[in-house]
C-alpha cells in the first residue's frame, strides 16, 4: 500500500495530463522529434550543469548525473 | 514492423548515478558524433567583510568534456563519455562565532590544487517498444575514488503515446583526504549509494509533451566533508526528488519552450524547490539561440549551525554553507550555430546565491558561493 502510494504523485499529474491528450499519430509527430523537444535536449550541458548544482547544493536527483560521486567542494 | 517512438521519453533515466547521457531518440543512433565542450567555471571572491582568516579566493575550474555516441550493430547504440577538470582555490574550513564585527569564516590557507577525471560507458539496446541500457562509469581524484553502475529500462504504451521507464544504480566512493595526519583527518573511509526511480512520459499533442519522475536514492557510509572542521553528519541519508518536465512547440515562432519544476525532500531535513524554464529560439535553419532562468531554494539541514560548536564533536553537526537556507537565482543565454554536419555552441551562465531568496525556513551562512561559468563547445556527426 505504502509502495504503491508512492506512486501517486506519478499518476495524478499523468492522469490530469493524459485527460487533455490528443491522439497523435506516428506521421504527425514531426515537431516532437525535433532536437529541442526532447526532454534533455543537450546531454553534454544537462552532465556539466548536474555535477556543479550537485556539488554546490544540498539537492540532487530529477536531471542527468555524471556517473557516481565525488569528492567536489 | 510496429514503428519505433519518435521522441525522446526515457531521459529521467539520467537522473541516477551510473546511467549517463545517451542518445535522445528512442531509436538506435544511425551515425556517429562526437562532441567536445571546455568550460570555465569562477567562483567569486568570498567578500573581505566576512573572512577571518584564510586565502579569500575560492575555486576556479577548467572542465573538458568529451562525448561519442556510436551505433553497434542495428539495434544497439554505446556512448562514452569523459571529463576531466583542473580546479585551483580555497574553500571554507569552519565558521567562528562572529567576531570583529562580521568576519566569521575560515578558508582553507593554502590554495588547492586538484584534477578529477571520469569516464562513462553506455550500451544501450532499441527495441520495438522500447529499449533498455546497461552503464558503467569511473570518477577519480588523489584522494578520492568511485566507481558505479546502473540498468534502466523504458517500454511504449498506448500507440506509443505514453512511455513508462525505471531504473535502479548503485555505486562506492572511497575517501583518502590529504594531509590527514597534520590536520586529524580520517584516512580511510567509504560509503555506499544506491538508487532507483520510475517515469510516465505522455506525449499531450502534436507540439507538446509532459513527462513526471520519482527517484528515491540512498547513501551509507561516511557522508562527512572530511575537508572541514569540525564536521559530522550522519552515517545514512535517503532522497526524495520527483521531478516534471513540459515541453511545447510553438510553430508560429519556430521555438521551444521547455519548464522543469522538482520538489526534493531529504532525511538530513532539507527540502527544495527547483524551476527552470528555458526558451530555444529557433533564427533560420543555421542559428539558435536560447535564454534560461532557474530558481533554487532549500531549507537548512537539521544538523546545520552558522558558526562551528566544537563541543558538539562527535554529534551531527556543520557549517558547510551547503546545507544552510538559501535561494539561487541564475540566468542564462546559449548560442548555437549548425554547419553542415558540425556544431558550434557557447553558453554563459551566472548563478547568485542570497538568504533572502529563499522561500524555506533555517539559518543561512556568509559563506554562499556565487559563479560564473562560460562554456565552448563543437560536435561532428560522421
Not at chain 1, 516532437?32 to 547544493?57: G, V
Not at chain 2, 510553430?251 to 524554464?277: E, I, K, P, Q
Not at chain 2, 557557447?346 to 543561512?364: C, M, P
Request: proline share 4%; with cysteine.
Amino acid at each position: 500500500m505504502k509502495k504503491s502510494l508512492a506512486l501517486l504523485p506519478l499518476i495524478i499529474p499523468a492522469g490530469l495530463v493524459c485527460s487533455s491528450c490528443q491522439p497523435v499519430q506516428a506521421w504527425e509527430r514531426g515537431t516532437l522529434a525535433k532536437p529541442e523537444m526532447a526532454i534533455d535536449a543537450d546531454p553534454m550541458e544537462t552532465t556539466l550543469n548536474t555535477h556543479i548544482f550537485f556539488s554546490k547544493e544540498a539537492s540532487n536527483g530529477g536531471h542527468n548525473a555524471a556517473g557516481g560521486g565525488c569528492g567536489c567542494n | 514492423m510496429k514503428s519505433r517512438s519518435l521522441i525522446a521519453l526515457t531521459t529521467s533515466a539520467l537522473a541516477l548515478p551510473g546511467i549517463t547521457s545517451t542518445a535522445n531518440a528512442d531509436s538506435p543512433p544511425t551515425e556517429s558524433s562526437f562532441g567536445y565542450r571546455v568550460s570555465t567555471y569562477e567562483e567569486d571572491n568570498l567578500p573581505e567583510e566576512f573572512l577571518f582568516l584564510g586565502d579569500p579566493e575560492r575555486y576556479d575550474i577548467t572542465i573538458h568534456q568529451f562525448q561519442l555516441v556510436t551505433p553497434v550493430g542495428e539495434n544497439y547504440g554505446l556512448t562514452l563519455s569523459s571529463s576531466y577538470e583542473s580546479m585551483s582555490g580555497a574553500s571554507p574550513w569552519y565558521a567562528l562565532p562572529v567576531f570583529e564585527g562580521e568576519k566569521s569564516i575560515v578558508m582553507s590557507g593554502a590554495t588547492i590544487h586538484e584534477q578529477r577525471r571520469d569516464y562513462n560507458l553506455s550500451l544501450r539496446r532499441y527495441q520495438d517498444n522500447g529499449n533498455y541500457a546497461f552503464s558503467i562509469g569511473t570518477s577519480r581524484e588523489n584522494d578520492y575514488y568511485s566507481w558505479s553502475g546502473g540498468f534502466d529500462i523504458a517500454r511504449n504504451f498506448n500507440n506509443d503515446l505514453a512511455t513508462i521507464a525505471g531504473g535502479v544504480s548503485v555505486s562506492n566512493d572511497d575517501i583518502n583526504p590529504t594531509d590527514a595526519a597534520l590536520f586529524n583527518r580520517v584516512t580511510d573511509e567509504s560509503k555506499r549509494t544506491s538508487s532507483a526511480f520510475v517515469s510516465v512520459s505522455q506525449i499531450i499533442d502534436q507540439n507538446s509533451l509532459f513527462q513526471s519522475s520519482l527517484n528515491m536514492t540512498r547513501h551509507k557510509g561516511f557522508l562527512t566533508d572530511p575537508y572541514k572542521l569540525g564536521d559530522t553528519r550522519p552515517d545514512s541519508r535517503t532522497q526524495w526528488a520527483w521531478s516534471n518536465a513540459y515541453r511545447r512547440f510553438v510553430n508560429s515562432l519556430d521555438a521551444a519552450l521547455h519548464l522543469d519544476v522538482r520538489f526534493y525532500n531529504d532525511d538530513f531535513g532539507v527540502n527544495s524547490l527547483t524551476l527552470n524554464a528555458a526558451w530555444y529560439q529557433n533564427l533560420g535553419d543555421n542559428w539558435q539561440i536560447t535564454p534560461s532562468i532557474r530558481y533554487y531554494s532549500q531549507s537548512a539541514a537539521d544538523f546545520f549551525t552558522p558558526v562551528n560548536d566544537f563541543s558538539l564533536y562527535g554529534v551531527p553537526n556543520s557549517s558547510d554553507y551547503r546545507l544552510a537556507s538559501y535561494g539561487a537565482v541564475s540566468g542564462g543565454l546559449q548560442v548555437q550555430t549548425f554547419i553542415d554536419d558540425m556544431s558550434l555552441v557557447f553558453k554563459i551562465e551566472r548563478y547568485v546565491t542570497d538568504a533572502d531568496y529563499s522561500i524555506h525556513n533555517g539559518q543561512s551562512s556568509p559563506a554562499l558561493v556565487n559563479f560564473t561559468r562560460m562554456s565552448l563547445g563543437v560536435s561532428y556527426t560522421f
